[in-house]
């Protein structure tokens, strides 16, 4: 097709849009998701008369705290057309690392985690330097730092769970401050931080710009491959921190943690208006769509729902979420 007949096609879409067509459009691209999971929030509450109780919402957010926080470093590496499939992995590896350091009468607390905050940062760096320095697809990069860790995480472990977590530890993942659980604070404040990096700072423009047009950033002198490192040292940053809190809520550190939660942290991201195309994504959306998970899961549990259908029906809604993202972004070329 011409460039002549393309730009003609736009013209004739431009025309027939009126202006309440687009400021809907707009409206739903901005606030659809938000509207589906009010929608989704008063459904499951007409369904299950225990779903829309205090402990039963502050449980679901408290669940669903670990996959967005994970969700939420996902989000920066799939801006920049990116993808991480090594989350769940670190987390593992995290697990034991930290839950051998967490003993009673052991080490002080702030060792296992600034251990496990670090061995997060460093698969992350690890996955940024190989992907931008060895101009590797991130898709195979952080599929075998998914199989290392993995691995890693069974070896240091010998296969087994490691247990008697000190009391100072079990805080992380299962206190509370002012009835509010602490895994919640956390993942509001990582969301508050994630916000303003990415919104208020030059670096946060420089991810847009790589994500848009990468070769416009680098012309524009951004320098792309320190950018990407720090990008994934955050992703395995994040991730770290959602293996400790995952360590502390289940008392114990698993070498199989964070199973699946990869894919979970990535369907928040898209289900939240993150295109894989990249050069598109909030911080927002991404809670939200780690909430539509939560709330879904919620709610079909309580529904006695199989837990098969709703790996079906998640399977779905992800599905649904991309195609809508190819549509906008065809419609965008």
Request: net charge positive.
């Amino acid at each position: 097709m011409s460039s002549e007949t393309t730009t003609v096609k736009k013209q004739e879409r431009i025309a027939n849009n009126s202006p309440l067509k687009v400021k809907s459009l707009a409206f739903l691209s901005r606030y659809g998701m938000l509207l589906i999971l009010i929608a989704l929030v008063i459904l499951m509450s007409i369904l299950s008369p225990t779903f829309f109780t205090a402990s039963n919402l502050l449980n679901i957010v408290k669940q669903m705290s670990v996959v967005g926080i994970v969700a939420i470093g996902v989000t920066l590496v799939i801006i920049t057309t990116g993808i991480d499939l090594s989350s769940g992995s670190v987390i593992a590896l995290v697990s034991v690392v930290v839950a051998s350091l967490a003993q009673p009468g052991g080490m002080p607390l702030f060792v296992p985690i600034i251990v496990g905050l670090g061995l997060g940062l460093l698969t992350g760096v690890i996955n940024g330097t190989i992907i931008s320095k060895g101009k590797i697809a991130p898709f195979i990069v952080t599929l075998g730092m998914m199989t290392a860790a993995r691995g890693a995480a069974l070896l240091y472990s010998g296969g087994r769970p490691i247990g008697n977590l000190s009391e100072p530890f079990k805080f992380i993942g299962q206190g509370q401050i002012f009835g509010i659980p602490f895994p919640i604070l956390l993942f509001a404040f990582v969301g508050v931080i994630t916000y303003l990096l990415l919104n208020k700072t030059k670096f946060g423009k420089r991810v847009y710009a790589i994500g848009g047009n990468e070769q416009a950033a680098m012309i524009a002198g951004i320098h792309i491959d320190r950018v990407k490192i720090c990008i994934y040292g955050y992703a395995g940053l994040l991730s770290a921190l959602a293996g400790i809190i995952l360590t502390s809520r289940i008392a114990s550190g698993q070498p199989t943690a964070g199973n699946m939660y990869e894919l979970d942290a990535i369907a928040a991201a898209v289900i939240g208006g993150t295109s894989l195309s990249g050069g598109i994504g909030t911080i927002g959306g991404t809670i939200i769509g780690a909430l539509v998970i939560g709330v879904m899961n919620n709610g079909l549990d309580l529904l006695n729902v199989s837990s098969y259908w709703q790996q079906i029906l998640k399977g779905a809604i992800i599905t649904a979420a991309v195609y809508l993202d190819s549509r906008k972004h065809n419609r965008r070329s």
